[in-house]
C-alpha cells in the first residue's frame, strides 16, 4: 500500500504485451506483477512475487509472442537478500486450453533466486505436459544459463452454491 508522498510507477511497453514496474524508493516491498495472453485454444497466466527486493528496484515483466515466451527482468532490481544482491521470487504458470486448466509454481524452497541484470525465461509453446515439471531458463542476456524449476500443482474446485 502506498502512503502519502510514495510513488510507484508502472509503463506499458511492446504494444501492451508487458510493462515496467518502479517501485517507491523509500519503502522495501514484494511487487506482485501479473500478464497473460489469450490465444485462439486458451491462453496463459503468469505472476512474479518479488520476494526480497529493495525499494527502488525495476522490474520488467513481457510476453513475448513471436518466441513463445513470458520473461521477467531483473535489470533494474537491487535484492536484500542477506546483502548478497540476490532476491527470490515466486513464480505462476497457469495454462488453460479448451476445459483443461494446468498450473505451475516455483516458491518456497523452488523459488527463484537470481541477481540483478538476470531474466527468467518461460518457453510456454513448449510446456510440459501436465503433471510434469516446468523448465524456468535462468541468466543473463547471452549467457550463460542455468535451469530451475516450477513444479505442477493440483487446482481446486470451489462450488458455485
Known amino acids: 500500500m502506498l ?21 517507491d524508493p523509500h519503502h522495501d516491498l514484494s511487487p506482485l506483477l501479473e500478464t497473460g495472453i489469450q490465444l485462439p485454444n486458451g491462453g496463459y497466466g503468469f505472476g512474479v512475487l ?31 537478500i542477506t546483502k548478497s544482491g540476490y532476491a527470490g521470487y515466486v513464480l505462476t504458470v497457469l495454462r488453460k486450453q479448451g476445459k483443461d486448466i494446468s498450473y505451475w509454481v516455483a516458491t518456497n524452497e523452488h523459488a527463484l533466486v537470481m541477481r540483478r541484470g538476470e531474466l527468467a525465461i518461460v518457453d510456454y509453446l513448449h510446456e510440459p505436459a501436465t503433471g510434469q515439471k516446468l523448465k524456468v531458463t535462468i541468466g543473463k542476456p547471452g549467457g550463460p544459463y542455468r535451469t530451475q524449476y516450477a513444479y505442477p500443482q493440483a487446482l481446486t474446485k470451489s462450488s458455485s452454491g
Do not use: M, R
Request: charged content about 15%; proline content about 2%; hydrophobic content about 35%.
Open 3 to 23: 502512503a502519502p508522498g510514495d510513488h510507484d510507477l508502472i509503463a506499458f511497453k511492446n504494444a501492451g504485451q508487458g510493462f515496467v514496474y518502479h517501485s
Open 50 to 80: 518479488a520476494v526480497g527486493v529493495k525499494g527502488g528496484s525495476q522490474l520488467t515483466a513481457v510476453v513475448d509472442k513471436k518466441d513463445g515466451q513470458f520473461v521477467f527482468d531483473t535489470s533494474g532490481t537491487t535484492g536484500a
